[in-house]
């Protein structure tokens, strides 16, 4: 049962627009959400996070949106470039005493056409 | 620099051939974790060390052991890889407990023939 989801798989953006990644989640005990992103041959890095009493959260071109009454979040990322073009996962922390564990969703490849 | 090392960073096995994937960071951080991912799929926590106290996740397959000598490295052991063990391992490492920024390798991916 995914307790996070990231429906598109792949999504392809102009460089200088908008690229919107979205993430669904079930489990409304999340209190802690993350985006990394991801190069072909290394692993996942920390891009940004969000903690579930904020509703934004901004770091440079990258913007993250946190809707708890919708159990819905999404990276924006503008201007887009093509060094953006990487995967994207979404991750949510559940805060519960000597739980550490981070719950990924399947990722989002994301393509900046130059 | 700072880093998570993983080696190798390819490794073929054969069915029931046991195993072990290495990791080691230099960032001096109390938490190591192993991550299994699969194609497309989600990353998914198999166990963690907070020091040297060894947390398993209910669902990790017993064929799956893992070691901690000391801070710097952590050792995944499969112990009879099955042809659905093939994956991408990643590790990662978090300063303290609960802290939700957690460092990763470039991962192993095992191949099992």
């Known amino acids: 049962d995914q307790q996070v989801k990231q429906n598109s798989p792949s999504l392809s953006v102009q460089e200088g627009r908008i690229s919107i990644l979205n993430c669904d989640y079930t489990n409304s005990m999340f209190d802690y959400f993350l985006w990394y992103k991801k190069y072909p041959a290394e692993g996942p890095t920390f891009l940004i996070s969000?903690?579930?009493?904020?509703d934004k959260n901004e770091d440079g071109r990258f913007t993250v949106f946190l809707n708890k009454s919708a159990k819905h979040l999404s990276l924006h990322i503008v201007p887009s470039q093509p060094g953006d073009s990487a995967v994207y996962f979404c991750a949510a922390r559940r805060s519960l005493a000597g739980s550490y564990q981070l719950t990924f969703g399947k990722g989002t490849k994301l393509s900046v056409i130059p | 620099d700072a880093m998570v090392i993983q080696n190798p960073r390819y490794q073929v096995t054969q069915f029931g051939k046991p195993v072990t994937l290495s990791c080691s960071q230099t960032?001096?951080?109390?938490?190591m974790y192993w991550y299994q991912q699969k194609s497309s799929q989600a990353p998914k926590l198999l166990f963690h060390y907070y020091d040297k106290d060894f947390n398993n996740e209910a669902d990790t397959p017993d064929n799956f052991q893992s070691r901690r000598p000391n801070t710097s490295f952590c050792f995944l052991d499969i112990r009879s890889p099955g042809l659905g063990d093939a994956a991408m391992y990643l590790c990662a490492t978090s300063k303290l407990a609960g802290e939700d920024t957690q460092y990763f390798g470039p991962g192993t991916r095992l191949t099992v023939l």
């Open positions: 969000i903690s579930s009493i904020k």
């Open positions: 960032l001096n951080h109390n938490v």
